[in-house]
Nanobody, 116 residues
Framework: QVQLVESGGGLVQPGGSLKLSCAAS????????MGWYRQAAGKQRELVGR???????DYADFVKDRFSISRDNAKNTLYLQMNNLNPEDAGVYYC??????????WGQGTQVTVSS
């Protein structure tokens, strides 16, 4: 089982930036994929972006070149850089890791609030 711990959330003004981190207990290069999801209050969880083992990143349409996913293999950490944030980006952001066995792990989430 993989443990995932997100950090970096907080309060930011519209147009601001945040960088989220997801630290994994295992070697992320061995995972099938890792991704970021978000869930706004009263809405379903949705995909923000996903990094597939080969290094390909697949983003949701609403990202519109504002967000970028990267990873540090040595630190077993996945990142989500978010720029030009707007109130619609607020919610709890979750990290996930899919293993080749089919098992999927989730972090506990980190809150992002966008408000002036």
């Amino acid at each position: 089982q993989v443990q995932l711990v997100e950090s970096g959330g907080g309060l930011v003004q519209p147009g601001g930036s945040l960088k989220l981190s997801c630290a994994a207990s295992g070697s992320i290069v061995s995972f099938k994929s890792m991704g970021w999801y978000r869930q706004a209050a009263g809405k379903q969880r949705e995909l923000v972006g996903r990094l597939i083992n080969g290094g390909i990143v697949d983003y949701a349409d609403f990202v519109k070149d504002r967000f970028s996913i990267s990873r540090d293999n040595a630190k077993n950490t996945l990142y989500l850089q978010m720029n030009n944030l707007n109130p619609e980006d607020a919610g709890v952001y979750y990290c996930s890791a899919a293993l080749w066995s089919g098992f999927v792990s989730w972090g506990q989430g980190t809150q992002v609030t966008v408000s002036s």
